[in-house]
């Protein structure tokens, strides 16, 4: 199990960027693949982003795909998640997650944080 701490969302205009953090606590991290979701109040849980255990392949949601990174550092414990370009229907909650393989679907995850609130102004 490991513990999952996001951080970095905020208010930011349309257009604007922001980086999210997920810090790590527990065991092997660097074990686990890593991903990024986001949900609005009323709706599902929907897919952002995830990363394989060692960073050696990514995938993006159509959607957030030539604006959204998804990197991490397991010398640090953290998984990142460098949003550009942001519009305003993205404003969510966002979420990481970690789970024993690279999958789109939230039920391929056990572990995850609390999440991070992001409100992106016209």
């Known amino acids: 199990q490991v513990q999952l701490v996001e951080s970095g969302g905020g208010l930011v205009q349309a257009g604007g960027s922001l980086r999210l953090s997920c810090a790590a606590s527990?065991?092997?991290?660097?074990?686990?693949?890593m991903g990024w979701f986001r949900q609005a109040p009323g709706k599902e849980r929907e897919f952002v982003a995830f990363?394989?255990?060692?960073?050696?392949?990514?995938y993006y949601a159509d959607s957030v795909k030539g604006r959204f990174t998804i990197s991490r550092d397991n010398a640090k414990n953290t998984v990142y998640l460098q949003m550009n370009s942001l519009n305003p229907e993205e404003t969510d909650f966002y979420f990481c997650?970690?789970?024993?393989?690279?999958?789109?679907?939230?039920?391929?995850?056990?572990?995850w944080g609390q999440g991070t609130k992001v409100t992106v102004s016209s």
């Open positions: 990363i394989r255990y060692n960073g050696g392949r990514t």
């Open positions: 997650a970690a789970g024993p393989a690279p999958t789109v679907r939230v039920v391929d995850y056990d572990n």
């Open positions: 527990g065991h092997a991290f660097s074990s686990y693949a």
